[in-house]
């Protein structure tokens, strides 16, 4: 398979803080890769690096085998790649029709239909959010708002789907039901990469992981690789 996106040797400083120093990943076209370790290793750094939110010091990103590094996110929804932020960052006033609305804001407002079919797939794989679509997003639950979040970066219609802590605050039935739907949306032929701190519900969907560890990458491989390997388990939980 071809990839779909390749860091190379990447690194990013806060001022003088590194963040990551010399990192180097790929993904496939239609895999879920998932970027795993403790808080403050640089998983979302790089994330955030390959979407254009932090600047980067040194180092290459190709998207579809062209470079992307220092463009503006703007610049790569256009692209495909589409991101659900930490913390889901809806528009908690606006209704959840709006804030999927929102989404498809690089559908010309003529092309209606267009936006309806995207909003009938998103409605397809969460059913509640069709049903909750005149409710103002703040008034529901965390895990229907992490939907939603995920609706509306699917209404760009992302070839490149990057999630950041999709599990986060999330009761284990949605967890549960939030890996499910990833699982679905890559098998519709979307790539997906997924920074996420719950390893053992990442590693059940995802095809690959790295495992990073204070700004570099200690370990990569499969699941079945890692989970047998002892070395994950002391950089995830420590000692």
Same mark, same amino acid.
């Given at each position: 398979?071809?990839?779909?996106?390749?860091?190379?040797?990447?690194?990013?400083?806060?001022?003088?803080?590194?963040?990551?120093?010399?990192?180097?990943?790929?993904?496939?076209?239609?895999?879920?890769?998932?970027?795993?370790?403790?808080?403050?290793?640089?998983?979302?750094?790089?994330?955030?690096?390959?979407?254009?939110?932090?600047?980067?010091?040194?180092?290459?990103?190709?998207?579809?085998?062209?470079?992307? +590094?220092?463009?503006?996110?703007?610049?790569?929804?256009?692209?495909?790649?589409?991101?659900?932020?930490?913390?889901?960052?809806?528009?908690?006033?606006?209704?959840?029709?709006?804030?999927?609305?929102?989404?498809?804001?690089?559908?010309?407002?003529?092309?209606?239909?267009?936006?309806?079919?995207?909003?009938?797939?998103?409605?397809?794989?969460?059913?509640?959010?069709?049903?909750?679509?005149?409710? +103002?997003?703040?008034?529901?639950?965390?895990?229907?708002?992490?939907?939603?979040?995920?609706?509306?970066?699917?209404?760009?219609?992302?070839?490149?789907?990057?999630?950041?802590?999709?599990?986060?605050?999330?009761?284990?039935?949605?967890?549960?039901?939030?890996?499910?739907?990833?699982?679905?949306?890559? +098998?519709?032929?979307?790539?997906?990469?997924?920074?996420?701190?719950?390893?053992?519900?990442?590693?059940?969907?995802?095809?690959?992981?790295?495992?990073?560890?204070?700004?570099?990458?200690?370990?990569?491989?499969?699941?079945?690789?890692?989970?047998?390997?002892?070395?994950? +388990?002391?950089?995830?939980?420590?000692?």
């Amino acid at each position: 398979m071809n990839k779909i996106l390749e860091v190379k040797n990447l690194s990013v400083y806060y001022g003088t803080v590194r963040a990551l120093e010399d990192v180097s990943l790929f993904i496939r076209q239609g895999e879920i890769v998932a970027l795993l370790g403790p808080n403050g290793a640089g998983k979302s750094t790089a994330l955030n690096a390959i979407c254009g939110l932090v600047t980067v010091k040194n180092g290459e990103i190709l998207f579809q085998e062209e470079s992307i +590094k220092g463009l503006s996110p703007d610049s790569l929804v256009k692209k495909g790649l589409s991101l659900v932020p930490e913390g889901r960052r809806i528009f908690a006033s606006m209704t959840v029709l709006e804030n999927l609305e929102m989404g498809a804001f690089t559908v010309p407002r003529k092309n209606i239909s267009k936006i309806r079919y995207r909003l009938e797939k998103v409605f397809h794989l969460f059913p509640i959010l069709k049903e909750r679509k005149k409710q +103002k997003a703040g008034t529901l639950s965390s895990g229907e708002q992490q939907m939603l979040a995920i609706g509306r970066a699917l209404m760009l219609d992302p070839t490149f789907l990057l999630l950041d802590e999709p599990s986060l605050g999330l009761s284990p039935n949605f967890v549960d039901i939030v890996f499910e739907k990833l699982a679905e949306i890559n +098998k519709a032929g979307t790539s997906v990469l997924l920074v996420e701190q719950n390893a053992s519900k990442a590693l059940e969907i995802c095809h690959r992981a790295y495992v990073f560890e204070i700004g570099t990458i200690a370990l990569e491989g499969s699941p079945d690789s890692l989970l047998k390997d002892e070395r994950v +388990k002391k950089i995830l939980v420590g000692g």
